[in-house]
């Protein structure tokens, strides 16, 4: 399957039109990568957005306590990761590293910016991306927030 195709099965870009989905095609830039290649360093600025075309990215945090890292999640093709720092410009929250090859299509902030803020219908589909990603991390936070109360109770 080429990129275009995988495109118009990814849910986050559901009600994109095909005009739509071929700028976001012709601007993002497909890539393959080696196992343990870190994404997003936690704490660095925001230079892209990702999305996972193959393979699996593990997303980590420090932990509060000091030493190590947290999983907080395994992400699949089809997923996007880095595009909350791109709207906030804040330091990345997490650490985002390849587990094992992928190959991941990535949208350089400049393109990003010009994409978001430009005055097309597709920046009204890019305020429903962040929507849904919004939505899902805060669904995830959650998750993760009630396993540690478990495990504190038990």
Not at 5 to 21: A, D, I, S, Y
Not at 30 to 44: M, S, Y
Not at 81 to 108: E, M, Q, Y
Request: hydrophobic share 45%; with cysteine; glycine share 8%.
């Amino acid at each position: 399957m080429n990129f275009s195709e995988f495109l118009h099965t990814v849910p986050t870009f559901e009600g994109f039109n095909r005009q739509e989905l071929d700028l976001l095609e012709r601007t993002m830039i497909v890539k393959d990568f080696p196992d343990g290649h870190v994404f997003i360093q936690e704490g660095t600025s925001a230079d892209a957005m990702y999305l996972l075309v193959d393979g699996e990215v593990v997303v980590t945090c420090r932990r509060v306590e000091g030493f190590g890292q947290d999983e907080l999640a395994r992400l699949h093709a089809g997923e996007l990761f880095g595009l909350i720092a791109l709207i906030d410009h804040g330091p990345r929250s997490a650490t985002c590293k390849a587990n094992g090859p992928v190959r991941v299509a990535f949208l350089p902030s400049n393109a990003f910016e010009l994409l978001f803020k430009g005055k097309t219908h597709i920046q009204y589909r890019f305020q429903q991306v962040i929507a849904r990603q919004l939505v899902y991390d805060i669904k995830t936070a959650i998750s993760l927030l009630t396993k540690k109360i478990a495990e504190q109770i038990t």
